[in-house]
């Protein structure tokens, strides 16, 4: 039997070790014990830290584990050297090590043809913000947390402060900050793709809701981007090249991007599927394909990549009902009704405000249709 090793134990864990099981493929979970939601998901449950490399290597090895899986930012680099001790498809450590650096990414990208990037600086100190030669509105945030954690946009001098401290207060982020100039208008999209053995798959290109300044939370998703043909084929040609420069070699891969007049700008990478139900649900219901089993078969380095024609055109998005959003509440109390009503999740009887990007702790309904988009457009003065 094929054995794939799952580094991490939180939501992806479960979501890998469920399509796993569906493929007959037995599961290793390691991680820590407390706090694991994969603990009772998966066949085999290992309680030993991500950290511990040597300690998973060995247990990989003694297993006959033939992939392994990372499962968010933090579990990326472990994964990579887990891979590279066992003789297992994965990406490189050098790129593993550096993935999760925004500058870093920034500055491999910075001669990429047709990726634009808005002036950024690498601060250690926070106090350095203030003398720095930004034009505002800028944005300050952790240069290696995602989901849109710690980030947060100061108008002018008088709204730095706040936002340095916001940046500060994120419990897990790194000891630097990167410093961008605010890109104003267009829209937010990400491009979901796989890589495998240095080719890259573009597999679909995500339309992003976003509640814009100060944190940027992401209120819906919706696939396909409602792009014209020659500005989708050029961001799939652009984040093919991206994917590339950075480093990706192997496995899922979730960039922000951003759209302004027909230029495309880099928010960041995410070497990992992508969250709020993107990767699982809608990349999979939008192009039919099943997603989560390249990343499986990927790590299991038994991929046999996406033939063109293979992905199909169909729609698929979710909404996240709000405080931001509110309009959306006589939609989502009568969505189960409705044909293209695939899920509808109830978190909270009152509608919260977000402050980060958290799916799968808020009211939201997910939609599915092979006809189009459903109309849920803001009302005028809401």
């Known amino acids: 039997m094929r054995r794939l090793g799952i580094i991490g134990a939180g939501r992806n864990a479960c979501i890998l070790a469920d399509r796993a099981r569906e493929l007959g493929i037995e599961t290793h979970c390691f991680a820590w014990s407390d706090g694991a939601m994969a603990k009772d998901v998966v066949d085999a449950f290992h309680d030993v830290s991500v950290t511990e490399v040597g300690e998973v290597s060995r247990l990989c090895r003694e297993l006959g584990i033939g992939g392994v899986v990372a499962t968010s930012e933090f579990t990326i680099l472990p994964t990579a050297q887990v891979a590279e001790a066992c003789g297992l498809n994965g990406n490189p450590v050098e790129v593993a ?26 601060v250690s100190d926070p106090g350095q ?102 500005l989708r084929e050029k961001v799939e040609q652009v984040m093919d090249r991206a994917l590339t420069a950075v480093g990706i070699q192997n496995g899922a891969c979730h960039t922000e991007i951003k759209i302004i007049d027909g230029e495309i700008y880099l928010i960041e990478f995410n070497a990992r599927p992508g969250g709020d139900h993107i990767a699982c649900t809608l990349t999979e ?98």
């Open 97 to 122: 090590e550096r993935i999760t650096n925004k500058y870093r990414n920034r500055e491999a990208t910075s001669g990429v043809p047709g990726l634009n990037h808005p002036r950024y600086w690498r």
């Open 285 to 382: 219901l939008s192009t039919g394909y099943p997603y989560m089993t390249g990343v499986i078969d990927i790590a299991l380095d038994d991929f046999e990549g996406i033939a063109p024609g293979q992905l199909e055109h169909n729609f698929a998005g979710i909404e996240f009902v709000t405080e931001q959003t509110s309009y959306l509440k006589p939609v989502f109390d009568a969505c189960q009704d409705e044909p293209w009503c695939y899920e509808k999740f109830e978190a909270t009887p009152d509608l919260r405000s977000l402050t980060h990007n958290d799916g799968y702790n808020t009211n939201y309904f997910i939609y599915y249709s092979r006809e189009g988009r459903p109309d849920f457009s803001r009302p005028a003065g809401a």
């Open 129 to 230: 913000i203030g003398s720095l030669d930004v034009t505002y509105p800028i944005i300050v945030k952790p240069t290696s947390e995602g989901g849109k954690r710690g980030i947060c946009v100061a108008r002018n001098p008088e709204e730095l402060s706040a936002a340095v401290s916001y940046s500060e207060g994120e419990p897990n982020r790194s000891s630097a900050f990167i410093v961008e100039e605010f890109l104003e208008g267009g829209n937010e999209y990400s491009v979901e793709s796989l890589s495998y053995h240095g080719r890259n798959y573009i597999v679909q290109v995500t339309e992003k809701e976003s509640s814009g300044a100060p944190h940027c939370v992401e209120l819906g998703h919706h696939q396909p981007a409602n792009l014209p043909a020659d």
